[in-house]
């Protein structure tokens, strides 16, 4: 609360329930937006066949979410830690191309994973940042499960220590 990531009218108030694409891209985007010190510009309101949402098509303009299945954003659709590390990843990226504001070079360590093949591709840099910067934690000494829906309370979570990844 104390960093501005939270809109309560997107995320609600029970953080233990699975996160959404859109309650997601509005965590992302807000992280963004306070690290920046400004609004992202939205894609045009068209973009999506599924929402007009604002955070939504600021995270699409800012390439920090893109949508799924052609022109549908799927706002509703439950996101994985894959999708967490992803949105993080990319909002940091963001930032860094925008500010001055620079992250600890690292060596990615996932192999000591056994569901590490479970990474899909796109996800798999995004996974090895987030977790080497301890933005999201390994789930057990072996796993990491990517594929596993993400709380609202572990976005948030994640997203606050994004904030002070640098």
């Not at 807000?30 to 955070?55: C, G, H, K, M, W």
């Amino acid at each position: 609360m104390a960093n501005r990531l939270i809109d309560k009218s997107v995320l609600g108030t029970d953080y233990l329930k699975p996160i959404n694409r859109l309650q997601l891209a509005c965590l992302a985007v807000r992280l963004v937006e306070q690290l920046i010190e400004r609004e992202i510009s939205p894609a045009p309101a068209n973009t999506f066949s599924d929402t007009d949402n604002i955070y939504a098509l600021k995270a699409h303009a800012a390439e920090v979410m893109s949508g799924k299945n052609g022109n549908s954003f799927a706002p509703g659709a439950t996101a994985t830690r894959q999708d967490l590390a992803a949105a993080i990843f990319n909002a940091l990226q963001y930032v860094k191309k925008n500010s001055s504001i620079r992250y600890t070079v690292y060596t990615p360590d996932l192999q000591k994973f056994t569901d590490k093949t479970q990474i899909a591709m796109w996800a798999l840099e995004a996974m090895a940042f987030t977790h080497k910067l301890g933005i999201i934690e390994q789930v057990t000494n072996t796993t990491i499960e990517p594929l596993k829906a993400c709380s609202i309370e572990e976005a948030v979570v994640a997203a606050h220590r994004g904030f002070y990844a640098d």
